[in-house]
């Protein structure tokens, strides 16, 4: 699930597991470095792998000026 700045929620359907975060991100063109991800509320790198049953939040960051 990615929370996006708008508050609008995306859901990402992961069809092969043993993928980095960080491989599925890319694939779905968002940027590694712009988000904050989260299993089971702790933040984790997004070089971790995902396995099945996993449930990830990524927070969608972003700054202003």
């Known amino acids: 699930v990615l929370n ?4 609008e929620t995306r859901e ?9 975060i960080e491989d599925i991100l890319v694939e779905n063109n968002i940027a590694p470095d712009s988000v ?3 299993k089971d509320g702790k933040p984790i ?9 996993d449930s990830i939040i990524a927070i969608v960051a972003f700054s202003g000026g």
């Open 4 to 7: 996006m700045p708008s508050g």
């Open 12 to 20: 990402l359907i992961v069809k092969e597991y043993g993928k980095t």
């Open 36 to 38: 904050v991800i989260l």
């Open 45 to 53: 790198p997004v070089t971790e792998k995902i396995n099945d049953g």
